[in-house]
């Protein structure tokens, strides 16, 4: 007879969203065994390009330092991966929560019956292979598309809600996989969302909210991040370079310097105009730190 032996963690998690006192909307957080938590954490893109160099070792490692930086939450990006079971044993036993990520992000899917009858099959597996875990705190049906069709014209204000078809996947399809087979976890239709017909995703009072008005939209400076916090910022940041030793391993010894065509060409960050990273690293620096020359120097300077 077939055996199955699961290590399991016992808790109770709800996500709260309740009236503000003396505000619109409403909150957007996650109360854990009765006490009401402030998830402090991070996005988690596959730790390698090559998939297979990531060893059980490695994950540890990776999650042992985010709960050494006091994370408590690790929310897998919709355009990653559904991660390794060592990925999530480590968050069971260090005490990260993780906001899952259903595999879509960034694009305008189709919903058309062959494709949707793929996705219940990826989803069922998916939550079939997670839902044991304690540190599983809620599913999410993607990244950035509810956006994405605002761009375009297919969601938003004013915008009939059956222009947007993918919304069959992420308001009716995924739920429903998530209420069959892990009913008493939350499930949330996307990153960021904001629920009602015709809302806008980066509604500040309502869901989660994406922040980029620092670094990748009109690069507000750092200290105002204030003027862009949300009910729950589920992503915001800032670029900096990897670690001198990374650079190293990958660069010329001629080609080792702040403005080389190499480190320019490994930067791929931007905006809409195009990747241009390199320019944004360089006026962060210029508006608070004294300029630098060394390559040792402008990695430090990026990553302070």
Request: hydrophobic share 40%; net charge negative.
């Amino acid at each position: 007879m077939a055996q199955d032996q699961r290590r399991i963690g016992l808790r109770r998690l709800r996500l709260v969203q309740a009236p503000v006192e003396g505000e619109a909307g409403s909150s957007f957080h996650f109360e854990l065994n009765g006490q009401d938590l402030f998830a402090g954490g991070a996005n988690w893109i596959p730790d390698d390009n090559l998939l297979e160099r990531i060893t059980p070792a490695r994950y540890r490692e990776r999650v042992g330092q985010a709960a050494a930086a006091n994370m408590n939450m690790l929310r897998i990006w919709g355009g990653g991966i559904y991660e390794h079971e060592a990925f999530y044993e480590a968050c069971d036993e260090l005490g990260l929560l993780v906001w899952q990520d259903f595999m879509f992000a960034c694009g305008l899917y189709p919903a058309n019956a062959a494709f949707q009858a793929s996705v219940r099959a990826e989803a069922e597996a998916a939550v079939k292979r997670l839902r044991h875990h304690a540190c599983l705190a809620l599913w999410c049906g993607n990244n950035e598309d509810y956006m994405l069709a605002e761009s375009v014209g297919l969601a938003g204000p004013g915008v009939p809600a059956d222009k947007f078809e993918a919304r069959a996947i992420y308001e009716g399809l995924l739920p429903d996989v998530c209420a069959a087979l892990d009913p008493d976890r939350p499930y949330w239709p996307g990153s960021p969302f904001t629920p009602g017909d015709g809302a806008r995703s980066s509604d500040a009072t309502v869901g989660d909210r994406h922040s980029w008005e620092v670094w990748h939209q009109q690069m507000l400076p750092y200290q105002r991040y204030g003027d862009v916090q949300a009910r729950f910022v589920s992503e915001f940041g800032m670029q900096s370079h990897p670690s001198l030793a990374l650079l190293e391993s990958v660069l010329p010894e001629e080609e080792r310097f702040p403005e080389s065509r190499t480190v320019q060409w490994h930067n791929k960050a931007g905006s809409a105009a195009g990747p241009d990273g390199h320019r944004r690293l360089s006026v962060y620096q210029a508006d608070n730190l004294r300029a630098t020359t060394t390559l040792a120097g402008h990695v430090y300077a990026t990553q302070f």
